[in-house]
């Protein structure tokens, strides 16, 4: 059996698909369904149980009474708005509750998979490594309230490491890069721009991107690795089959491309001529605006993973014909 929480979510919803394609029914979601249309992402799949959040530290308790095993505990749950400012839920949602799952684990022998972020790489100054060694992960300056409580995590699990504390049998944090694909519709603002700009696209619509504020780097090529969800899960269920790694990994294609190379897949995709105009940076974000990011893979490589990383332009022609300009847009 597995838990994964934010299973209803973006990444975790497609975990569970994962696991569903792959026969496994023996999946318990803990997530807040809310009262939009989020139960959808879940529509097509087949789940044990669902657990609220407020449930989840009793459920966790009754395995442990009943000594239930779990397969893993892939904790995909946080709060992942990056202009997020309630630092108190914040901090409950993605740095506590990423301690007591990790407490858990770790007494009952469970596998823990979760998801750290990119955005503990800061402007990326220092690269973008994925270097456990606690000197270098110390050095590391996000740029928001949501990757510094992801940092805080990686720190913490390390630090428990160097002490010579007890961890779980397996664990892995991913540094997921800028993932984007089916069920990321409730993520509103977060979602990826070929997610908010499909209807103009679709229209022939102008798409709007930001203009540069940097010398040298062109308006709309600001850089970004974007990795299409299918990948960034295999990545993970590549960690599930294989309990001997553990540690910090990035998921990302170890490749940067434009915001302007990413829009203009999306009309390719519709066969329309890309409409792209470009407009200034809001003030209140210039300062914390990433203009490149590119994950290294090179680490991923060493540990065995062989998988290959679909093409941007292939990633988005699918997204967008497949479920994007679909009436049922849900995987």
Known sequence: MFLVTGGAGFIGSNVVASLNEAGRTDVVVNDRLGTDAKWKNLAKREIADFVPPEDLARWLEDCRLAGR??????????????????????????????????????????????ASSAATYGNGDGGFVDDEDLSALRKLRPLNLYGWSKQLFDLALKNRQARGEPLPPQWVGLKFFNVFGPNEYHKGEMASLVSKRFADVKAGRTVTLFKSHRDGIADGDQRRDFICVEDAVAVLRWFLDTPSVSGLFNVGTGEARSFRDLITAAFTALGKPPQIDYVDMPVSIRDQYQYFTQSSVEKLRRAGYNGGFTSLEDAVGRYVTAYLDRADPYR
């Open 69 to 114: 095993k779990l397969d893993a505990v892939v904790h995909m749950g946080a709060n992942s708005d990056t202009t997020a400012r309630d630092g108190d839920e914040v901090m409950d949602s993605n740095f506590r509750l990423s301690l007591r799952l990790l407490d858990w684990c770790t007494e009952t022998r469970t596998p823990f998979i979760y």
